[in-house]
């Protein structure tokens, strides 16, 4: 092999483990977009159960009370298990929700209240009870 041939190889080969080491193997990839999907689905029904509270002046006994037709028309399931997100009212004005996460919050992503670590997550919320 002509030393020319030898170190372009070398090149495209260093490149791809460079870029492998930055961005993460594609399974990694994939987890970090399937854990970045369960915190939108989250964000979103956390709103809906927000909204519920907001019209009705109480919290949903279980998820399946947010589906109206017009607001909801179904409750999001993991997208790999597809099993309900955990669900759980903490009081009056209070709840959790939890997932399954596979990797820890990204580091690139400032920290907030949507940061998570890997495996079992909750997330609690808590309304002020307003005068009606």
Request: hydrophobic share 40%.
């Amino acid at each position: 092999m002509k030393p020319l041939t030898m170190l372009a190889c070398g090149t495209v080969g260093l490149v791809v483990v460079i870029g492998l080491y930055i961005n993460g193997s594609p399974a990694s990839q994939r987890s970090e977009q399937l854990d970045a999907l369960r915190v939108n689905q989250l964000q979103g029904l956390s709103q809906n159960i927000e909204d519920y509270w907001q019209r009705t002046g109480q919290l949903p006994a279980r998820l399946e009370e947010l589906i109206d037709g017009l607001h909801v028309s179904m409750v999001p399931l993991d997208p790999v298990s597809a099993t309900e997100y955990g669900y759980e009212i903490k009081g009056e004005n209070g709840f959790s929700l939890c997932a399954d996460f596979v990797v820890a919050s990204a580091t690139s992503v400032p920290s907030g209240f949507w940061e998570h670590g890997a495996g079992h997550q909750c997330f609690n919320f808590q309304f002020q009870p307003t005068s009606r």
